[in-house]
């Protein structure tokens, strides 16, 4: 069986390190592919990209995925060289130790390891607990102080060298599918629509959006800044169906549904019911989740900006959120970007989804 065709856009991202707030190796990544296929581009303050497809039409339609991901930024190098770290993002402490870890600094790489206590010198209860970030370190080889400062410094970051590979036909495990695909999967649907002969009613404005992992801040941002009158947000959702999880507390998705589109306070329903017609009349399965507040993504960021916008939220079934080896099946991922085609191309000129 051949292997599955991955496109290079999203390799590039996949492999690109973004922690928030150093985003600068996705942003290249995303000006080298969406640029040349938007009529428009722009950055800002904030490192959001900002790509514009159609500028005169009407309404304006923003798609936003964010480009930065979880990571370590080094706070204190003791006496012996050891670097230690507070968290960028939302990590499980039980998976941080024992990782290796690249560092970007002004020089370059710097590889390292994260060490802790060995269980062979802790005692029982200790055993039993879970390390507290300050427990934990990272080991650049080092004998000195002097000396790991010599090759890293205070505030530079690092993410773990776990990169991406396919492991069974489309499935694959990255470190940072949560949200390099959405990032992917906006700026795709613009590279898409651009080569379409038929003319949009829309503005399109696809948004690599910055900082969500630390407070959807680059969405709060580009919202303003772009103004739409209808958006779409694209991350990851949790598929549900791998053992230990509970569908009566989380519902019931999977891997290779299909993408998942949200109802719920968070979303407008007459964006919620063009994403279903999009769908049904791209043939594209989906699966759906309820939830009944502002969701942990940009799209509570921009449902609320200036008047209020009619947003919408996508996601892609991931399993293992917020750890070094994330699961997607990437059938997935190009069912979403057929998907946010087809809506674009539903919307009627002028057309409003205020209710």
């Excluded at 309404?59 to 670097?83: C, Q, R, S």
């Excluded at 991922?333 to 057929?338: A, G, L, P």
Aim: proline share 5%; glycine share 10%; aromatic share 6%.
């Amino acid at each position: 069986m051949p292997d599955y065709p991955v496109p290079a856009f999203l390799t590039e991202l996949l492999h690109a390190r973004s922690p928030s707030g150093y985003e600068a190796e996705a942003h290249a990544v995303f000006d080298r592919h969406v640029k040349p296929a938007a009529d428009l581009y722009a950055n800002d303050a904030l490192g959001n990209r900002t790509a514009t497809l159609n500028p005169g039409g009407n309404p304006t339609l923003m798609l936003a995925g964010h480009l930065d991901e979880l990571g370590l930024i080094i706070t204190y190098v003791n006496k012996d060289g050891f670097i230690y770290f507070d968290t960028i993002g939302g990590h499980d402490r039980s998976v941080i130790s024992g990782r290796r870890v690249l560092i970007q600094t002004a020089a370059g790489l710097v590889p390292g390891v994260t060490g802790k206590r060995a269980i062979h010198l802790m005692d029982e209860a200790d055993r039993k607990k879970v390390p507290e970030i300050h427990e934990i370190w990272i080991d650049i080889g080092a004998r000195s102080k002097k000396e790991a400062l010599a090759r890293v410094a205070i505030g530079d970051v690092a993410t773990y060298d776990h990169e991406f590979g396919l492991f069974h036909g489309s499935i694959g495990a990255a470190r940072a599918f949560d949200n390099k695909v959405g990032a992917y999967i906006v700026g795709e649907t613009l590279i898409r629509l651009s080569r379409e002969k038929r003319k949009l009613a829309a503005k399109v404005v696809s948004v690599g959006t910055s900082q969500e992992e630390i407070g959807v801040r680059g969405a709060t941002t580009a919202a303003y800044a772009v103004d739409p009158h209808i958006a779409v947000a694209v991350d990851v959702g949790h598929a549900t169906d791998h053992p230990d999880c509970d569908n009566r507390k989380y519902g019931e998705t999977k891997l290779g549904g299909g993408p998942i589109i949200c109802r719920g306070a968070n979303i407008n329903p007459k964006v919620y019911q063009r994403l279903l017609a999009a769908a049904k009349k791209a043939k594209i399965p989906y699966q759906l989740e309820a939830d009944p507040r502002p969701t942990g993504t940009d799209a509570r960021a921009i449902q609320m900006g200036r008047g209020g916008v009619a947003t919408g939220l996508v996601s892609i079934p991931l399993r293992y959120m917020h750890t070094p080896s994330e699961v997607v099946d990437l059938e997935d991922v190009e069912r979403c970007v057929k998907l946010l085609v087809e809506f674009a191309k539903l919307i009627g000129p002028g057309e409003s989804f205020n209710w």
